[in-house]
Nanobody, 128 residues
Framework: QVQLVESGGGLVQAGGSLRLSCAAS????????MGWFRQAPGKEREFVGS????????YYAGSVRGRFTISRDNAKNTVYLQMDTLKPEDTAVYYC?????????????????????WGQGTQVTVSS
């Protein structure tokens, strides 16, 4: 069992930056590939990015590529999402998720069904 807790959300102006953290419990964190997803009101949950156990394989959605950066620190049981040049359309609840796989192929990494554990989410609001 893995428990995930996101933090770092808040209200920022367009063009600003925010760094989200996802802290994981348990001693098997380094065995899980991790993903970031987001969900706006009335919208389906969408893929943001993913990272393999060692950080060697990283994928991003086209809408955030070049602006967002995923990283992980296995010694701290934490995965991060650095968000730069934020846009109003980035406004959503952001979730981290853990998959019981070392590496997920791209297509599987974008699917919510590939993940076994989810955090509670943290709100990100970008004003225009």
């Amino acid at each position: 069992q893995v428990q995930l807790v996101e933090s770092g959300g808040g209200l920022v102006q367009a063009g600003g930056s925010l760094r989200l953290s996802c802290a994981a419990s348990g001693r098997t964190f380094s065995s899980y590939a991790m993903g970031w997803f987001r969900q706006a009101p009335g919208k389906e949950r969408e893929f943001v990015g993913s990272i393999s156990t060692s950080g060697g394989v990283i994928y991003y959605a086209g809408s955030v590529r070049g602006r967002f950066t995923i990283s992980r620190d296995n010694a701290k049981n934490t995965v991060y999402l650095q968000m730069d040049t934020l846009k109003p359309e980035d406004t959503a609840v952001y979730y981290c998720a853990a998959a019981n796989q070392a590496i997920l192929p791209y297509l599987l990494s974008t699917a919510t069904t590939s993940y076994d554990y989810w955090g509670q989410g943290t709100q990100v609001t970008v004003s225009s």
